[in-house]
């Protein structure tokens, strides 16, 4: 069964703290996502990776960067986290090609920044 | 970059009750997906459907495609409140990145039982 994990469900960090949110997938896909969802905003694309240590920017990178190390994994790291960072953060994984664009999504984390 | 845009963004009915869903999109795509997700969970892929392809039915989904009007719909039949759950469409941008999706807002499905 397909299977995409977040390192965590709930988080809270202070203001300025670096915070590292950890993908894995255990589906061989080369595509992974990280997302972030706020009300009203639906869902918005923060960076992807398409092959180890390849990343590329998404619609909303700024005060974010990641690491894709490993293929099964993709980080997502909030270098000075800020108060406009809480949200619900979606991780993300397909495989690469046309005709392969199915997403298969983790529980999510919910990040507060006090 | 939105592309997707659901309508109704919130939808209330009774069980038993049909569910329609629609969304709208801008440019030319290679297909178009719909995911289901729950109250904070992630979301769920639940049927894609090709531009080349006009109908698809999935248990008690059915999703329609009609490209020249750039828009989908989703048709839930004989709801349950376990169909409780925000819908959102996506689309493969012709062109675009391979594996990018552009997801729309979503529409909230509320199944009273």
């Known amino acids: 069964d397909v299977k995409v994990t977040q390192s965590s469900r709930y988080l809270v960090k202070r203001t300025g703290e670096k915070v590292f949110l950890e993908c894995v997938q255990d589906?061989?896909?080369?595509?992974m996502f990280w997302y972030r969802q706020d009300p009203g905003l639906g869902l918005r694309l923060i960076y992807f990776?398409?092959?180890?240590?390849?990343?590329e920017k998404g619609d909303i990178p700024e005060g974010y960067s990641v690491s894709r190390e490993k293929k099964e994994r993709f980080s997502l790291i909030l270098e000075s986290a800020s108060t406009n960072q809480t949200s619900m953060y979606l991780c993300a994984s397909s495989f690469l090609g046309q005709g392969y664009e199915t997403q298969y999504f983790g529980p999510g984390t919910r990040l507060l920044v006090l | 970059s939105q592309q997707g845009e659901e309508d109704p963004q919130a939808l209330s009915i009774q069980e038993g009750e049909n569910a329609t869903m629609n969304c709208s999109y801008k440019t030319s795509i290679n297909n178009l997906q719909w995911y289901r997700q729950n109250s904070g969970r992630g979301l769920v892929h639940l049927i894609l459907i090709r531009s080349n392809e006009r109908e698809k039915h999935s248990g008690r989904l059915r999703v329609t495609l009609d490209t020249s009007k750039k828009s989908s719909s989703l048709l839930i039949t004989a709801s349950r409140a376990a169909d409780t759950a925000s819908y959102f469409c996506a689309t493969s941008p012709y062109g675009g990145s391979q594996g990018n999706l552009i997801f729309g807002k979503g529409t909230k499905l509320s199944v009273k039982p």
């Open positions: 990776s398409y092959d180890v240590k390849m990343k």
């Open positions: 589906m061989d896909h080369e595509n």
